[in-house]
């Protein structure tokens, strides 16, 4: 019996480009959930409607890299 194939999930690759500093406390915490800390710093996440909306909520901190 074949086994069944696995969906390729789609990722996006994240890239801090502002300091969370003067920030809410909530932003912050949505970066480290990124897995983002420091500035220049690339993560690359699974495309889903829940990292999507962390990324809208810090989208003035991070920057989409194609």
Known sequence: ????????????????????????AIQR?????????KLHKRSTLADTPAVRGMIAKVAHLVRVVE
């Not at 915490?29 to 800390?37: D, F, K, M, Q």
């Open 29 to 37: 915490a949505t970066l480290i959930g990124l897995g983002l800390n």
């Open 1 to 24: 019996m074949p086994k069944a194939k696995k969906p390729e999930s789609k990722t996006i690759v994240l890239e801090q480009v502002h300091s969370p500093q003067r920030r809410p």
